[in-house]
């Protein structure tokens, strides 16, 4: 049977994907397109309006070039509204968060009784290259109980739990031991990790864990929240030999306190921009990144104003920009002063140019450094350290250690 995987949002989607393909392959499964798959899971996000959208019209386009596939709608759009993808051409099931890395749920009964006899290449191991990755991500945290105003996902992820260390060292071994060379960690709080654990722990604890591996691997933190990002985490990953990435994404959100405040998250603009400078005093090549948002509630030219400021000189390497949109359910959904549509869409554009300035200022000054790096794709794409894309000349193979020299923007050559 023929099976295809289609992946809205985060890293943590990403992480349970790979997980399902995994299991997909294990039971003779045979990856395919989603125009050639016999089952077809949308694994979907619902953290705006626009992510709800683009599920929807995924679904309908796969039902109208692929009839007769069986759709299994699954993620958190499912787990927060399902009864909206249950309504949708060719789905056959809506699978809640909570169970959709349970082959069977995804399958349903009788499909799963058929699958359990396939032909495919059944216990095909994972390898560097399924389902397009060539990093590994590794889910080691679920769940949030930072409630945000804004956001949905503490409803459709549950509360946080994490899975206990040694599992986590388990995983990371097996997926070293099969050729994969960098695993990005990830979850949905992922700073909160171990704080639920019967034997509480803490994110340091878990990296500390894994460096240990003896193996040819390294890592890359994913999302943390600023608050989470202390002094002494910054410290090992810039005293870890290379063992981790010089690479941290922090969501600022807003450049004005008086937004932050009505978000609900716990720092100041200035606490960022501080635990920032810091981090790239102590890894002056560090990759940072940031997402925020235009057009909350009660968002005046004064707030909005804020933001630019800020991202005038910040030391930011990239910078995700999210429109506002109600989450139904939400504390800031009540909120009154919405700001209107084109206002937010203005303001969005004149971020969005703010941020395409400091990441093209970011890859510049990388100009002439030497990084080393993963090739990627046919080999000709290679990741840096620093979460730079550059192309290279061909000659190299996908999954090889790489030493570049950045010649130019996007550009660079091999050196060892």
């Known amino acids: 049977m023929k099976f295809s995987i289609v992946t809205f949002g985060c890293r943590v989607n990403q992480s349970d994907s790979l997980r399902l393909e995994e299991d997909f392959r294990r039971r003779g499964g045979e990856p395919s397109s989603s125009a050639d798959a016999d089952i077809v899971v949308v694994n979907t996000c619902s953290v705006t309006a626009t992510a709800d959208q683009g599920a929807r019209q995924t679904i309908r386009r796969i039902a109208r070039q692929n009839p007769g596939a069986q759709i299994v709608a699954t993620g958190c759009y499912a787990t927060r509204r399902p009864d909206e993808l249950a309504s949708l051409p060719g789905v056959v099931r809506v699978v809640g968060n909570d169970l959709k890395l349970d082959l069977d749920n995804i399958l349903g009964p009788s499909t799963s009784e058929r699958f359990a006899g396939g032909d495919g290449p059944c216990g095909e191991p994972i390898q560097p290259g399924m389902a397009g990755r060539t990093a590994f991500t590794l889910r080691v945290q679920t769940g949030c109980d930072q409630r945000c105003s804004y956001c949905i996902i503490p409803t459709t992820r549950g509360r946080g739990r994490s899975l206990p260390v040694a599992q986590v060292v388990n995983e990371a071994t097996r997926v070293a031991q099969a050729g994969f060379k960098e695993i990005a960690l990830t979850g949905v709080h992922l ?223 091999v050196v060892a």
């Open 191 to 413: 700073g909160s990790y171990g704080r639920d654990l019967d034997v509480p722990s803490s994110l340091l604890d878990l990296l500390c864990a894994v460096a240990t591996i003896d193996a040819d691997v390294t890592f890359r933190i994913s999302s943390l929240e600023p608050m989470d990002c202390t002094p002494e985490l910054v410290d090992f990953v810039a005293l870890s030999g290379g063992r981790f990435a010089p690479h941290f994404h922090l969501p600022l959100q807003h450049g004005s306190d008086q937004m932050l405040g009505a978000m609900r998250r716990p720092y100041t603009a200035s606490f960022y921009a501080d635990l920032v400078n810091t981090i790239v005093h102590r890894l002056p090549h560090a990759s940072v990144g940031t997402d925020m948002i235009v057009g909350f509630p009660g968002e005046t030219d004064s707030d909005f104003t804020k933001s630019i400021d800020y991202l005038a000189s910040a030391p930011l390497s990239h910078v995700h920009v999210f429109p506002y949109s109600d989450r139904p359910g939400t504390e800031a959904s009540s909120l009154a002063d919405k700001v209107p549509g084109q206002i937010v869409r203005e303001r969005g554009v004149t971020l969005r140019a703010a941020a395409s300035r400091l990441t093209t200022s970011f890859r510049e000054a990388q100009i002439g450094t030497i990084r080393p790096g993963l090739t990627l794709e046919d080999g000709t794409l290679v990741v840096t350290d620093n979460y730079v894309k550059v192309r290279i000349p061909a000659g190299k193979a996908r999954n090889e250690r790489v030493k570049v020299r950045l010649t130019a923007v996007g550009e660079g050559v």
